[in-house]
């Protein structure tokens, strides 16, 4: 089980204790967002105006917005994710699919040139009987006239 983590942070000037199963780099990354969130509405005139119960509620508003936005964005990505896992298993199925093309081709042009081998080899030894059964028709021929 995870260790439960305490440990001090500054939130808008003041001094919080926060505890939670996080590291505590996690939890000062929490308090450094409050802070910057805080810095940039006090920045606004209109923000610094209101009283705090309702900055306290724009704040929370402006938080939620960000949190929200957020998962739009991860929903985003992760339908990106899943439509690029899709291309990458069909680009895999392709080459599979290619590969045992090249395969069935790379066995076809062996068997091919096996026969063109096969053929070579018949044409050189029909050609060696035909020069054969002319030098003996010819011997044949000579020996008849003499």
Do not use: C, W
């Not at 440990?7 to 003041?14: A, S």
């Not at 209109?46 to 929200?68: E, K, S, V, W």
């Not at 053929?119 to 011997?139: C, F, H, M, Y």
């Amino acid at each position: 089980m995870a260790v439960k983590t305490d440990t001090e942070v500054i939130i808008g000037g003041k001094v919080f204790t926060l505890s939670g199963y996080e590291s505590e780099e996690y939890l000062q990354r929490v308090a450094s967002y409050l802070n910057n969130k805080l810095a940039e509405y006090n920045r606004l005139d209109g923000f610094t105006r209101q009283p705090p119960a309702r900055q306290n509620i724009l704040m929370q508003l402006n938080i939620a917005d960000d949190y929200f936005k957020a998962r739009k964005q991860l929903a985003v990505l992760e339908e990106e994710l899943q439509a690029k896992e899709k291309e990458l298993y069909d680009l895999k199925h392709e080459l599979v699919a290619s590969q045992m093309k090249l395969e069935n081709a790379e066995k076809s042009l062996k068997s091919v040139r096996k026969e063109l081998e096969d053929s070579s080899r018949k044409i050189v030894r029909l050609e060696t009987e035909l020069a054969d059964k002319k030098e003996r028709t010819d011997r044949n021929e000579r020996n008849k006239k003499e």
